[in-house]
């Protein structure tokens, strides 16, 4: 079955940087989009980050410049590279993929971004 689990969370201060990844099996992972998104305390569910099969890149405007989206197809894996973090950048985050028609979430991470 699908899954996608999520790593690499934690806290940093501001100006820092976090990694985050997001191993996936189950399916075919080269030829799926891959999406981060995430939820702040309180607030709703905001879309981060996408990448194409063919690795084509998009970013929400609040996060471009700062944070940049990867994968490694030979490891299954997405990366989130978020850089000059800013306390509001705390949020859980999640990676998801559409495949064969239905929606698929990790579990999400935590990113605590405070002095």
């Known amino acids: 079955q699908v899954q996608l689990v999520e790593s690499g969370g934690g806290l940093a201060q501001p100006g820092g940087s976090l990694r985050l990844s997001c191993a996936a099996s189950?399916?075919?992972?080269?030829?799926?989009?891959m999406s981060w998104a995430r939820q702040a305390p309180g607030k709703g569910l905001e879309w981060v980050s996408g990448?194409?099969?063919?690795?084509?890149?998009h970013y929400a405007e609040s996060v471009k410049g700062r944070f940049t989206i990867s994968r490694d197809n030979a490891k299954n894996t997405l990366y989130l590279q978020m850089n000059s973090l800013k306390a509001e950048d705390t949020a859980v985050y999640y990676c998801?993929?559409?495949?064969?028609?239905?929606?698929?979430w990790g579990q999400g991470a935590q990113v605590t971004v405070s002095s």
């Open positions: 189950g399916f075919t992972f080269s030829s799926n989009a």
């Open positions: 990448i194409g099969s063919d690795s084509v890149t």
């Open positions: 998801y993929a559409e495949v064969n028609d239905s929606w698929y």
